[in-house]
């Protein structure tokens, strides 16, 4: 017998488009997505909700400085390609309303992903990004789904990477168990968009329409995860020390959106 010969996992194909939970457990098992990282997600958790008010900001920011990024705020879809009636700022009515649910999506990704609820309420944000189960569809390209994605993985990982406490070991589990999470639902919005096993669709007649936030009429993100928490606390001793509204506790990062580097390397200085 070869000694270097391993065992070749079978994976039915069919499977990875009919079967929600068989294609979770195949990303798990390629990303090795194990109960390390599910420790690492649970056990420091409040580092990562101490970051959320300022990724909220910055990405949003970030959505504003592009048209074709802007125009789902108004349009409900970044194909639209005819004149917009009113650009929205970081304070309209309907970024406002956005931020909430990013910030509740985000304390999400801080919940058990032990559990299958976790990742079913990742691909339905993926469905109802391509106009599914939603009573007033939202359209948005791949595209933009995986340049957000990328955006919000690198802020973490430079601010936690960048905490001045928190040994180096768990900093390492923690970004590693966080990169994981993001990739599989980085594959969860892209299964929506890319036509790989359309064999096996199911007609759109056949998803269930309902309330933002909701799984199975099962209310999934929590009313308290959708406010800002500007003092969340990123460090045992973050309870008394004050703390500008916005601000990023690890890396200087203001509410306004500066640089992610910049505001590392002043606070390192």
Known sequence: MNP???????????????????????????????SRDID???????????????????????LLQY???????????????GPLDEIPDENSPQIL??????????????????????????DKVGMMHVGLGRK?????EYVHLGACLGFIQDIMNEAILSHPRLHIQRKIALVK???????????????????????FEAPDSDIEIEREGYLHGKKILD?????????AEGSPDAEDRPRA???CPFSGVSAAGASVRKGVSEEAN
């Not at 007033?136 to 948005?140: E, G, K, R, S």
């Not at 994981?180 to 359309?198: E, F, P, R, S």
């Open 245 to 247: 509204q916005g601000t």
């Open 97 to 122: 309303h956005r931020k909430m649910f990013l910030r509740a999506y985000l304390n999400k990704l801080c919940s058990d992903p032990s559990k299958m609820e976790f990742w079913e309420y990742l």
């Open 67 to 81: 048209d074709i990024t802007a125009r789902a705020f108004t349009t409900r879809s970044t194909s639209f390609e």
């Open 4 to 34: 270097y010969s391993r065992p070749i996992k079978h994976i039915q194909r069919e499977d990875l488009y009919t079967n929600l939970e068989v294609r979770i457990q195949y990303l798990h098992s390629f990303l090795d997505f194990s």
């Open 177 to 199: 168990a966080l990169n994981k999470v993001i990739w599989v639902q980085n594959d969860l919005m892209a299964k929506w968009h890319v036509k790989d096993g359309a064999e």
């Open 40 to 62: 690492a997600l649970i056990s420091d958790s409040k580092y990562i909700k101490a970051l959320i008010p300022a990724v909220v900001n910055i990405v949003y920011k970030k």
């Open 136 to 140: 007033h569809p939202l359209h948005i």
């Open 223 to 231: 009313e308290d995860d959708m406010k800002d928490h500007t003092n």
